[in-house]
């Protein structure tokens, strides 16, 4: 009944009827019309996710090439460090990086991965915001870079301890790639673009693949006792798990990524004193946030009792203070670890670990501990 | 006994004056994997239409309402160690609260199982 008025203004991915097939249940998620779950439910998905292999598509991602038109990968890399406070210089060909586009303020505009493909560099971009992107690299960039975007390729995220044995059998090469390596594969004969990494915190692999044999090679994917699909439902809940930020509800443009406790993927080469320092949009005020601290930050936070605390929580230093101190950003029940977990941004002095804070749910006051994340640990293949 | 429904997928077992209420098979079914059940206090007098529990999916959170007017007389404690039980067992062990009913034309309006099945499909 919604299905007819649903599919008139949603878009889907090459994937679409596939996930119908499967049971999916469809919801409208960044103007794509995506599977949120399938019959096996978010719980079994995600633990399924954690001790095997989860498939998800993610196909409704920006993937962005980036070439310099002096044909120097070099050049390409110098011009977008203008756009991310990243080193990309010195990104080698073949591997990948974590990066975030900034505007003049210091805010993140999207967050995205960049790799080195040897000529050139291949960006892959947030549903919601990959129109903006494009426009955004275009508008600083166009002068030296050729930016093509590749709607015509599809992308999956095959995820888990058993992903890598899975993925051996249509890519021999798969396993001997450590976290963050990617670059041009044939998977069970198809020109993908493999990287060794996702969002779930597990090992595993994003593919790029053509858009017309996408349906073949996932179907083929699945086809193995140990991938079962995974929906937007276990997706939240695996990166939520992992301590990842998830664009428009714990980084936007009002939060840099110094609040935004991605100090880790700032490079020291764009930092004060380093080789390339500054020179991206909003500098000035990311390195005086990196050089004397920020005032708030973002935190992992554990509620005590079982109520999950979600985004839009307000939070109190105390049990009866008026005036809010913070916000949880995203928030829920984390299956792994059978409890519920949060995170959002506290003020620098109640951002140590083991502080409590109170999260004002339901007209109540629920203690809630800062915790560090990830709340499970990492699984990567360095 | 006689058991009806509300639009908003609650159900209403009514035994005397002691209504005991859960939500529907078909809404558990549509919330997925229920991780937390927030019940009322024992005692606390519920206006008809008032939020008088919180059921918590893995997604999201959502309210259960008050189906009639009456005082809490008894809460399914089983559901604060187990809320899986909405999934696994919504009609029956799954129940949320039971309240003293307070007027009884209140029940007047709500659905029988079949009128249920209709509005649910």
């Known amino acids: 009944m919604l299905a007819t008025d649903k599919n008139s203004t949603l878009k889907q991915t090459p994937l679409h009827a596939l996930h119908v097939a499967r049971g999916g249940k469809m919801v409208p998620f960044a103007g794509y019309d995506m599977p949120v779950q399938y019959a096996t439910g978010v719980l079994k998905e995600h633990l399924h996710t954690r001790t095997a292999a989860g498939l998800f598509d993610v196909s409704h991602m920006g993937q962005i090439v980036l070439r310099a038109k002096s044909g120097k990968v070099e050049d390409a890399a110098l011009a977008l460090e203008k756009l991310v406070p990243m080193d990309i210089l010195s990104l080698a060909p073949g591997r990948q990086r974590y990066a975030q586009f ?6 993140i505009l999207d967050d995205l991965m960049v790799a080195n493909f040897g000529d050139h560099l291949f960006l892959v971009v947030n549903a919601a915001c990959k129109s903006e992107d494009e426009a955004h690299l275009r508008k600083h960039l166009a002068d030296t870079c050729i930016i093509e975007p590749l709607p015509d390729r599809a992308l999956i995220a095959l995820q888990g301890p058993k992903a890598a044995d899975v993925l051996a059998r249509f890519c021999p090469e798969a396993p001997d790639m450590k976290f963050m390596d990617a670059g041009p594969h044939q998977v069970n004969g198809i020109a993908c673009f493999v990287s060794r990494s996702g969002y779930t915190g597990e090992d595993g692999y994003e593919i790029s693949i053509p858009n017309d044999q996408a349906e073949a090679l996932t179907a083929a994917l699945l086809d193995h006792p140990d991938v079962l699909p995974i929906g937007l439902g276990a997706r939240d809940s695996l990166r939520l798990e992992a301590g990842m930020c998830l664009y428009g509800h714990d980084i936007d443009t009002t939060t840099t990524p110094v609040e935004g406790n991605l100090i880790w993927s700032i490079q020291k080469s764009r930092r004060t004193g380093g080789a390339r320092a500054g020179g991206f949009f909003g500098s000035e005020a990311i390195l005086a946030q990196l050089d004397g601290g920020a ?26 203070s008026s005036d809010p101190i913070g916000k949880v950003t995203s928030g829920g029940f984390g299956p792994s670890i059978s409890a519920p977990i949060a995170m959002g941004y506290l003020p620098t002095s109640h951002a140590k670990e083991g502080t409590t804070v109170f999260a004002e749910l339901r007209g109540q006051r629920m203690p809630m501990t800062v915790a560090p994340m990830p709340f499970v640990p990492n699984n990567y293949k360095r | 006994m006689t058991t009806l429904y509300t639009e908003d997928h609650e159900w209403l077992q009514i035994d005397g004056d002691i209504v005991t209420v859960g939500i529907t098979d078909f809404a558990q079914s549509q919330l997925g994997d ?19 529990a919180v059921v918590e999916s893995v997604k999201a959170a959502s309210d259960v309402y008050a189906p009639i007017s009456g005082e809490v007389v008894e809460i399914n404690d089983g559901l604060a160690a187990e809320p899986a039980l909405v999934n696994s067992d919504a009609e029956s062990k799954a129940w949320f609260f039971k309240l003293k009913l307070a007027d009884k034309s209140e029940l007047d309006g709500l659905m029988d199982a079949e009128a249920y099945k209709a509005h649910s499909a």
């Not at chain 1, 005032?295 to 105390?318: M, N, T, Y």
């Not at chain 2, 229920?34 to 206090?41: S, Y």
Request: positive net charge; aromatic residues 4%.
């Open chain 1, 102 to 107: 900034t505007n003049e303020t210091g805010g």
């Open chain 1, 295 to 320: 005032s708030r930050q973002r935190v992992g936070l554990k509620p005590e009792g079982r109520a999950p605390v979600r985004e839009g929580v307000l939070l109190f230093a105390d049990a009866t």
């Open chain 2, 34 to 52: 229920v991780v937390f059940v927030e019940l009322p206090k024992i005692g606390r007098t519920l206006k008809k239409a008032e939020a008088a």
